[in-house]
């Protein structure tokens, strides 16, 4: 018998991901207004505040499950690129870019580093 999916608990790193990602946003917004930066440095904050939510996203779930860390760091990671990348699409016609690489290579990166980081913190020693 398949085990039951617990849809509260995914829908808490959803939401520590959007919340993550927004106030990343607002605060790279702000740094870009007051600093009268240009526009042109939007695409990698928004990138890095994607990541930043898919750290913390991963974290939060590896260190509740407390195994699989690359594994829920890959979930995290992939469902947030497609997610992107397919809302991307709407707007544009270039299907791949190059900053979608670049997209692709932080957040999987991250999401890995926050699912090993949640399944070693506190008690839960179990390496990878």
């Not at 939401?15 to 605060?27: Q, S």
Request: charged share 10%; glycine share 12%.
């Amino acid at each position: 018998m398949p085990k039951k999916i617990d849809y509260i608990f995914l829908l808490k790193v959803l939401i520590i991901e959007v919340l993550t990602t927004v106030v990343a946003m607002f605060v790279f917004a702000a740094a870009l207004y007051f600093l009268e930066g240009g526009y042109q440095f939007s695409p990698l904050f928004a990138t890095i505040s994607l990541g930043l939510g898919c750290f913390l996203a991963s974290l939060y779930a590896a260190g509740k499950v407390g195994k699989n860390g690359l594994l829920i760091g890959a979930i995290v990671g992939g469902a947030t690129f497609i997610i992107v990348t397919l809302a991307g699409l709407m707007g544009s016609k270039e299907i791949f870019t190059l900053n979608t690489l670049f997209r692709l290579i932080i957040l999987m990166l991250l999401s890995f580093i926050g699912g090993v980081i949640g399944v070693n913190k506190g008690q839960n020693q179990k390496y990878i």
